[in-house]
């Protein structure tokens, strides 16, 4: 009896990786065209705060849009209003002072200087860490 359970089991997980594997492509075309069709809304939309706000306002308004999500597509949405929002909004005198210039892979003092702008603002810690990335590769071009 459990013999026959288990190849039960043995089967279905089969047939549900071969259903998973011969539908990835279009699950994962699918999944683009959403992102992309949700990056041109939020491109518009960072487009369209930065009309009124200066690069400081863009920065509080992507950290409180984030809130508390803790979706990876919440990061990525964030990041895109970030940079569209960065790229139209009036400087901020002192938007990019004590910014270090951007490097691909990033000291420990980098990290660290990461984690404690990040420690109060009660946002989604990796999300934070993006946005602040972006600040920093913003502020280095």
Known sequence: ?????????LLLVTI???YIWMNS???????????QQQSIVLK???ADFAKAANQDQCLE???KQLGKCYAYGCTLDQGVFLKSCLANAQSSEHFCDGIARYKEKPTEDDKRWLKNSCWDKNVNAEGCRFLLKQKVYFCSQ
Request: proline share 0%; aromatic share 24%; charged share 20%.
């Open 1 to 9: 009896m459990l013999k026959n359970i288990l190849w039960f089991f």
């Open 44 to 46: 518009q939309q960072g």
């Open 25 to 35: 492509q279009q699950w994962l075309e699918e999944f683009n065209d959403d992102r």
């Open 16 to 18: 549900l990786f071969t």
């Open 61 to 63: 308004q992507s950290f």
